[in-house]
DNA sequence: TTTAATTTTCAGAAAATTCTGAAATGTTGA
DNA sequence: TCAACATTTCAGAATTTTCTGAAAATTAAA
């Protein structure tokens, strides 16, 4: 399978910026490619398409399915699994959101918590223990925060990411 | 400058989870440093506690800072540069994402502008189009909601993080 | 069953990243 | 201008991550 131009590149640029959305490349290129293909591929198609080893295709998907990124489906007449990601940008979003979640906040929310229980936090510098106690303060908001956007349905999640800054208005001054 | 034991579990957690982060390890571990110290740090106190080559710390020192995370001060009678961060967690996110979002959004930002704009573009599958038209269009609503975000004061912002869904009631159901 | 197709596992190779130490460069007070 | 102090640079070492290919395991038709 062959690659057309456009597709060729975003699937590339995609694996290029996997390093920084803390995939490897060719974990990002395949999610890339089974987005812009737009319908399942079996691993062989994925394989030959990115031009890797068959094994690492296998372990990419395991990857993707770690990230609840791909699912498996079958077509009729072949025997072989087929893999397909999520079709709706704002879907993948929400589910790239509640991954990242779990990754980047939640083992450093347990730190701060266990930090704050710890019979040795009362020695601690004074600043010190301000400074954690107000990380753990951050960090809890914004993953109650993100963890109840993420609920939202799609379409209404849209519509208060598009209002953007206008929802200042519903704050009122004063008030903490 | 030896770590009291709850600011050494601190900042070898906010190392480990560096590089989910997007920075290698010591990079964050400095980061944690200076933050956790709450007092401006010179070169020789960060080598000393992180027990890493002086060269390292300076070449982390200048990743920090390009990120925007760290500034020099000079203390009165010595000749050596200082360095501290930012002391305010909002004001520190507000960094963390600005930068963020420098890096992870922009560039596919503009390679997908460059894809849309390609003679190419049409000569792709129809799949294919749509897709790279909506992931576009998604990316660039999130960039500029995230610009309107954190041009916001660090106090309107955190209203608006601690309101979480309530904001929804704002969004007029029905309406796109 | 047996056989063929498909998928997974994993040890080691390859590649990429991070870190060190020595040398070079820059800076400031004497 | 010099000498002592401070900082940066960078080639190569160490480490970590990623990838491959061969073998093992699994699955399903014959």
Do not use: Y
Request: proline residues 3%; aromatic residues 6%.
């Amino acid at each position: 399978m062959e690659l057309k131009p456009v597709a060729k590149r975003f699937v590339l640029h995609w694996g290029e910026m996997g390093s920084t959305w803390g995939v490897n490349r060719t974990v990002a290129q395949i999610h890339a490619l089974l987005f812009i293909a737009g319908r399942p591929l079996n691993a062989d198609d994925i394989t030959e398409t990115l031009g890797v080893a068959r094994s690492n295709v296998s372990m990419s998907l395991r990857e993707l399915a770690n990230w609840n990124l791909v699912k498996t489906v079958h077509l009729l007449g072949d025997r072989r699994e087929h893999f397909e990601t999520i079709a709706d940008v704002w879907e993948l979003f929400r589910t790239i959101v509640r991954e990242r979640k779990a990754r980047e906040f939640d083992p450093t929310i347990a730190v701060l918590r266990e930090c704050l229980a710890s019979p040795e936090f009362a020695a601690e510098d004074g600043v010190s223990q301000v400074r954690i106690k107000e990380t753990l303060a951050l960090m809890e908001s914004l993953s109650t925060w993100a963890g109840e956007m993420i609920r939202l349905d799609a379409p209404t999640l849209m519509k208060l990411i598009k209002m953007g800054a206008k929802v200042q208005q519903f704050v009122r001054k004063g008030e903490s």
